[in-house]
């Protein structure tokens, strides 16, 4: 019974910033941890950022590890994605995602609700 709406996704270029957004609602309390995942065309859903409901603990991948930064607001039910020093390898559909459970943070199948996906385009 959670709900997932993100915004904020556009086109830019190479070295500019864009935040995203992903508005939660519904029965909120049960969430253990959100993420961040990106599909590229043509290529599989692979981890970006986490970060916990509660204590605020992150992890972030490799790749996006010093540019992007997540957080949370609980008064807004809000989890954002920072993104800065934009690469067009970063060009993706960026999905906002909830799990229940504290592990595998990073694996997009232990995600139970995800959100609609927004775009993001990176020129060169």
């Known amino acids: 019974q959670v709900q997932l709406v993100e915004s904020g996704g556009g086109l830019l270029q190479a070295g500019g910033s864009l935040r995203l957004s992903c508005a939660a609602s519904g029965r909120t309390f049960s969430m253990y941890r959100m993420g961040w995942f990106r599909q590229a065309s043509g290529k599989e859903r692979e981890f970006v950022a986490t970060?916990?409901?509660?204590?605020?603990?992150?992890m972030y991948a490799d790749s996006v590890k010093g540019r992007f930064t997540i957080s949370k607001d609980n008064a807004k039910n809000t989890v954002y994605l920072q993104m800065n020093s934009l690469k067009p390898e970063d060009t993706a559909v960026y999905y906002c995602?909830?799990?229940?459970?504290?592990?595998?943070?990073?694996?997009?199948?232990?995600?139970?609700?995800w959100g609609q996906g927004t775009q993001v385009t990176v020129s060169s």
């Open positions: 970060i916990t409901w509660g204590a605020g603990s992150t």
């Open positions: 995602a909830a799990k229940g459970t504290p592990g595998l943070g990073n694996v997009p199948n232990a995600y139970k609700v």
